[in-house]
């Protein structure tokens, strides 16, 4: 019965001109550096493909996650089981500023079925951007707001997660 409605439900989709993005391996990007593509095939992880309508919302992704000065990566992966987490490859040795997986929040809480990943993206997101974020709609962390996040999301919302103290704040993001 599930699959009769899943498959109606992807005709449907399709018949209104809405494209199903699909998962491809991480060596789709090639922009990567090949010790972190290699990292997320080894833990059987697949990445949405960009979405074709937004070429920024590349789902693996450098920037300042723990520090101005530290050179980091992050990727949205989606487990064979349809499950998904954000990875972070942290770009000095050391003890690590925050967990290197984010699995929690409603914009990781997402299933997906064999191939799929929704409107599932994965992006960095600017200290400006964070604290615009912040004003409109308010943050009760209030914690000072120095390097960038990683923003997770789909079509509708996302949530900006934002490495603090050893523990990741979220941070309500596009809605």
Not at 87 to 115: D, M, N, Q, T
Not at 145 to 154: D, M
Request: hydrophobic fraction near 40%; proline fraction near 8%.
């Amino acid at each position: 019965m599930l699959g009769i409605l899943l498959s109606a439900a992807m005709a449907q989709q399709q018949a209104n001109g809405i494209e199903i993005q699909r998962r491809v391996s991480p060596d789709a990007y090639k922009t990567a550096p090949a010790k972190v593509r290699a990292a997320l095939k080894a833990r059987h992880c697949e990445l949405p493909s960009t979405q074709n309508w937004d070429n920024t919302r590349l789902n693996i992704v450098r920037g300042h996650f723990a520090a101005p000065d530290q050179l980091d990566w992050a990727a949205i992966c989606i487990l064979p089981d349809g499950s998904t987490r954000a990875l972070l490859f942290w770009g000095k040795p050391g003890p690590a500023p925050c967990p290197a997986e984010i699995h929690h929040g409603w914009a990781l809480e997402s299933r997906f079925p064999p191939g799929q990943a929704g409107s599932l993206y994965l992006l960095s997101q600017s200290t400006k951007q964070i604290l615009l974020y912040r004003k409109f709609f308010g943050d009760p962390n209030g914690e000072p707001v120095t390097h960038e996040g990683v923003e997770v999301g789909e079509e509708e919302a996302s949530l900006i997660y934002y490495c603090y103290k050893g523990e990741w704040l979220e941070l309500p993001g596009n809605d």
